[in-house]
């Protein structure tokens, strides 16, 4: 166990749609970062919060947005939802400054089904 | 920008083969390099890490070393076992970032008893 929270595990929609995943991080970590898996794409990263602020932006379509709250739990909204966004979502955390980069820790993942 | 390169899966080996996953990178600065793991129905996690050239890093039987010269890091397994069946990641970041993981796109090693 990473220590690592996301909800929901399995979600379906139809294509046009708005969903909004939800992350815990572990405790006392500052950093959430979300990461999108997909068959073709493999994994790409979206996007990473500090302390409730953004820090860096990936791959993440103008569709999607996300934010940290001030317990830290962050959420990444999917909006007009397209075929091709049909993907596992996971969420990391990390204390950031301290301990080796790029040790994430990751949750189980949310598994995304459009239809 | 930076990139990782992995070998193709997937790969099927008979339980106590020697494992080896090709991983090459692309980027600039000193990256640390990285594995990850992740079993089925799990989320990722680190196997093993390098942060500088000539670095091996080393966990669970499984050891990569940081080739700078070769731009590589190839994982290694002497014995592999049936519960190393899992997808394997090779991932590195950018020197000053903030630890963002560049993943490679996987291979898949099954383990037959």
């Known amino acids: 166990d990473s220590g690592v929270t996301q909800t929901p595990k399995h979600l379906i929609t139809a294509t046009g749609q708005r969903v909004t995943l939800r992350c815990s991080p572990r405790?006392?970590?500052?950093?959430v970062y979300w990461y999108q898996q997909s068959l073709d794409q493999g994994l790409q990263f979206l996007i990473h919060?500090?302390?409730?602020?953004?820090?860096a932006k990936g791959n993440i379509l103008e569709r999607f947005s996300a934010q940290q709250f001030p317990d830290l739990h962050s959420e990444l909204n999917l909006s007009s939802l397209e075929l091709g966004d049909s993907a596992l979502y996971f969420c990391?955390?990390?204390?950031?400054?301290?301990?080796?980069?790029?040790?994430?820790?990751f949750g189980e993942g949310s598994r995304l089904t459009v239809l | 920008g930076n990139s990782v390169t992995q070998m193709e899966g997937p790969v099927t080996l008979s339980e106590e083969a020697f494992l080896t996953i090709n991983c090459t990178y692309t980027?600039?600065?000193?990256?640390?390099l990285f594995w990850y793991v992740q079993y089925p129905g799990e989320g990722l996690q680190l196997l093993l890490k390098?942060?500088?050239?000539?670095d091996k890093g080393s966990n669970k039987g499984f050891e990569a070393t940081y080739r700078k010269e070769t731009t590589s890091f190839h994982l290694e397994k002497g014995s592999v076992q049936v519960s190393d069946s899992a997808v394997y990641f090779c991932?590195?970041?950018?020197?000053?970032?903030?630890?963002?993981?560049?993943f490679g796109s996987g291979t898949q090693l099954t383990v037959l008893p």
């Open positions: 919060y500090y302390n409730g602020e953004e820090r």
């Open positions: 991932a590195l970041t950018r020197s000053g970032s903030a630890r963002q993981l560049t």
């Open positions: 390098a942060t500088k050239a000539d």
């Open positions: 405790s006392g970590d500052l950093s």
């Open positions: 990391a955390s990390s204390l950031l400054g301290q301990g080796s980069p790029g040790e994430l820790f």
């Open positions: 980027a600039t600065g000193y990256p640390s």
